[in-house]
């Protein structure tokens, strides 16, 4: 069975461009969680989908971010436009049942120079 | 206010010693805890957790962890370290349906 898959693994973008990463859960799972690490700091919380709709939104940092997650498949985060404090490795996560633990992707490091 | 805290940031050991890795929480409702381990150019892989229950939980890789409840902890133990458990490693504490809240990671080196 595939695991959590993120999209593109890295990403170098000047600040003002616009990115999108991508998260495609394991298949079946109705919860995804999107997470952010700033280099030195601790794993942050952004949102949580329950399948297509937005659970809990309250770590989004500002309107630059968007989520979405069409049909409750796979989910994307776009960030526009990007500001130098936005470089960090983005996590997906997702999960059958809620509070059992998550399965987490890769991750995505971005960089906004 | 939910909050996780490792407080060891890095921590060196010898290959075959003992490992114990910190974590100490603040969470408001009953904890679902949790140990993460990320090695190099990987995601993160669930080590264990802990639900309710006995308050020693077994891991993968030889892993365990205790919850004290008095102490507000979750430290991770292995009784001997293999070089190939070099990675750093994130507590996280979460309720049901919610999100985690992490701690800033530990990393692990082991040397020879």
């Known amino acids: 069975e595939a695991g959590v898959t993120q999209f593109p693994s890295h990403s170098v973008i000047e600040k003002g461009q616009t990115v999108t990463l991508r998260c495609d859960p394991i298949?079946?799972?109705?919860?995804l969680y999107w997470y952010r690490r700033v280099m030195g700091k601790e794993i942050k919380f952004l949102l949580h989908?329950?399948?297509?709709?937005?659970?809990?939104e309250s770590g989004m940092p500002n309107n630059r971010f968007l989520a979405e997650r069409t049909g409750g498949t796979y989910s994307t985060l776009k960030v526009q436009p990007a500001e130098l404090e936005d470089s960090g490795v983005y996590f997906c996560?997702?999960?059958?049942?809620?509070?059992?633990?998550?399965?987490f992707g890769q991750g995505t490091r971005l960089t906004v120079v | 206010a939910q909050s996780v805290t490792q407080p060891d940031i890095h921590i060196t050991v010898s290959e075959g010693a003992s490992l114990e890795l910190r974590c100490n929480y603040s969470?408001?409702?009953?904890?679902?805890l949790f140990w993460y381990v990320q090695s190099p150019g990987q995601g993160l892989q669930l080590l264990l957790k802990?639900?309710?229950?006995?308050?020693l939980v077994q891991g993968i890789k030889g892993f365990e962890a205790e919850f004290k409840r008095s102490q507000s902890s979750f430290n991770l133990r292995k009784p001997s370290v293999h070089w190939s458990d070099a990675a750093e490693y994130f507590c996280?504490?979460?309720?049901?349906?919610?999100?985690?809240?992490f701690g800033t990671g530990t990393s692990l080196t082991v040397i020879p």
């Open positions: 996560a997702s999960s059958q049942a809620t509070g059992g633990g998550a399965f």
């Open positions: 298949s079946g799972h109705d919860n």
């Open positions: 989908f329950v399948k297509e709709s937005k659970q809990d």
């Open positions: 969470y408001g409702a009953t904890p679902y």
């Open positions: 802990y639900f309710s229950g006995d308050t």
């Open positions: 996280a504490v979460g309720s049901h349906g919610n999100q985690f809240y």
